[in-house]
C-alpha cells in the first residue's frame, strides 16, 4: 500500500500566520491527492482535489500543489475557523489511503 | 442539495455482526461511486471499502477482505456495509462518502455523511 507521511504532525501558529503542511507518497501519485479538514466531533470536509483544485465553497486562503510523490498544502492567512486537523489523501492506487493527520493548533 | 446519512452502528460483541446504511439523497445516486472511511476513537482516518455507480466493481482494505461486503440499492439510493466477524480493532466511526466520479479510483471525496459509531466489546 502507498503510505502518506504528513508533516508535522501537529504545529501551533497566530492568527494570520501562513501555514505549510506537507505531504509525501511512498510511490508516485500523479495528481491524484485531496486535502480534507476536519474539526472536532465533525466529517472530513473537502479542501483541495486533484493536488491544487479549489473545492466548492472553499475560501482562497487554501492552496495545494505538488504532483508525483511530494504535496503541499498552504494556507496563506490562518483565520479562528481555520484551527482544526488536516489530512491528505491519494486516490490513486487501491487501497486509497489517507496521511496520519496534522493538527493545527492556536498559538 | 447533496445529503448522506448513515445508520445501523451500535454496540455489538466480538465476532458478531452489524449491516450500516448510508441513505443518499440530493443527487442521482447511481452516477457516483461511494466509499466507506473509518476512524477509531483519537486516530486518523481509514479508507475500508469503495464500490462503483453500477454497483459491480468493489474493493477493499486488507483488513476487511473476506469480512466486510459492501453494497448498493440505486432503486432505494442507500450505500450498505455488511460486517462480519467483528473485532475490537473495528471500533470506530463509520462515514460513507461520494466519490466526484461513477468510478472510485482517481476521483476524490467530496460529500461526507456526519457519521455512525460501531463499538465491538471484547
Known amino acids: 500500500a502507498i503510505q502518506l507521511t504528513q508533516s508535522p504532525s501537529s504545529l501551533s501558529a497566530s492568527v494570520g500566520d501562513r501555514v505549510t503542511i506537507t505531504c509525501r507518497a511512498s510511490?508516485?501519485?500523479?495528481?491524484?491527492l485531496a486535502w480534507y479538514q476536519q474539526n472536532p466531533g465533525k466529517a472530513p470536509n473537502l479542501l483541495i482535489y486533484?493536488?491544487?483544485s479549489l473545492g466548492t465553497g472553499v475560501p482562497s486562503r487554501f492552496s495545494g500543489s505538488g504532483s508525483g510523490t511530494d504535496f503541499t498544502l498552504t494556507i496563506s492567512s490562518l483565520q479562528p475557523e481555520d484551527f482544526a486537523t488536516y489530512y491528505c489523501?491519494?486516490?490513486?492506487?487501491?487501497?486509497?489511503?489517507f496521511g496520519g493527520g496534522t493538527k493545527v493548533e492556536i498559538k | 442539495e447533496v445529503q448522506l446519512v448513515e445508520s445501523g452502528g451500535g454496540l455489538v460483541q466480538s465476532g458478531g455482526s452489524l449491516r450500516l446504511s448510508c441513505a443518499a439523497s440530493?443527487?442521482?445516486?447511481?452516477?457516483?461511486?461511494m466509499s466507506w472511511v473509518r476512524q477509531a476513537p483519537g486516530k486518523g482516518l481509514e479508507w475500508v471499502s469503495a464500490?462503483?455507480?453500477?454497483?459491480?466493481?468493489?474493493y477493499y482494505t486488507d483488513s476487511a477482505k473476506g469480512r466486510f461486503t459492501i453494497s448498493r440499492d440505486s432503486s432505494m439510493n442507500t450505500l450498505y456495509l455488511q460486517m462480519n466477524s467483528l473485532r475490537a480493532e473495528d471500533t470506530a466511526i463509520y462515514y460513507c462518502?461520494?466519490?466526484?466520479?461513477?468510478?472510485?479510483?482517481?476521483?476524490?471525496?467530496?460529500?461526507w455523511g456526519q457519521g455512525t459509531l460501531v463499538t465491538v466489546s471484547s
Open positions: 510511490q508516485g501519485i500523479s495528481s491524484a
Open positions: 462518502a461520494r466519490h466526484s466520479e461513477v468510478v472510485s479510483r482517481n476521483s476524490y471525496s467530496d460529500h
Open positions: 464500490i462503483s455507480g453500477s454497483g459491480g466493481i468493489t
Open positions: 486533484d493536488a491544487s
Open positions: 489523501q491519494q486516490f490513486n492506487t487501491y487501497p486509497f489511503t
Open positions: 440530493g443527487f442521482t445516486f447511481s452516477n457516483y461511486a
